[in-house]
C-alpha cells in the first residue's frame, strides 16, 4: 500500500524557518519525482517544490518561494524534505507532500503529474 506520511507544520513568526518531512512507503522503486504543493483558504492548490528522484536530483520551484525554500531527498529512507526560510504571512496554507510515477508525468508542476498525495500539514505564519 502505497503512503505519504507528513510532518512539521506548525506555527511560526514571519521570518522563521520550518522543515517539512514527507516520508514514502509502498512500492518505492516505482518512484520518478516527489513533489510539494500548498492550498490556503479560498485558494487553489498550487506548486511549491519538487525534486526527480533519480541521482542527484533535479529540483524546481514556484517563483514564489525560490531563494527561501530548499527540497532534498534522502533515497535510503524514500522522504523528501522541505527547508522553509524567511517565512511570510502569505506562506500560510496547507502543504502536501505527492508522488510521482513516470506513467503520467507530464512536469513538475502539475497536479496530474502526481499519483499519490499525503494528508497535508498546516503551515501558519504569524506576523
Known amino acids: 500500500q502505497v503512503q505519504l506520511v507528513e510532518s512539521g507544520g506548525g506555527l511560526v513568526q514571519a521570518g522563521g524557518s520550518l522543515r517539512l518531512s514527507c516520508a514514502a512507503s509502498g512500492r518505492t522503486l516505482s518512484i520518478f519525482a516527489m513533489g510539494w504543493f500548498r492550498q490556503a483558504d479560498g485558494k487553489e492548490r498550487e506548486f511549491v517544490a519538487a525534486i526527480t528522484w533519480g541521482g542527484g536530483g533535479t529540483t524546481y520551484y514556484a517563483d514564489s518561494v525560490k531563494g527561501r525554500f530548499t527540497i532534498s531527498k534522502d533515497n535510503a529512507k524514500n522522504t523528501v524534505y522541505l527547508q522553509m526560510n524567511s517565512l511570510k504571512p502569505e506562506d500560510t496554507a496547507v502543504y502536501y507532500c505527492?508522488?510521482?510515477?513516470?506513467?503520467?508525468?507530464?512536469?513538475?508542476?502539475?497536479?496530474?503529474?502526481?499519483?499519490?498525495w499525503g494528508q497535508g500539514t498546516q503551515v501558519t505564519v504569524s506576523s
Open positions: 505527492a508522488r510521482g510515477e513516470i506513467r503520467n508525468w507530464s512536469g513538475p508542476r502539475l497536479t496530474g503529474s502526481y499519483n499519490y
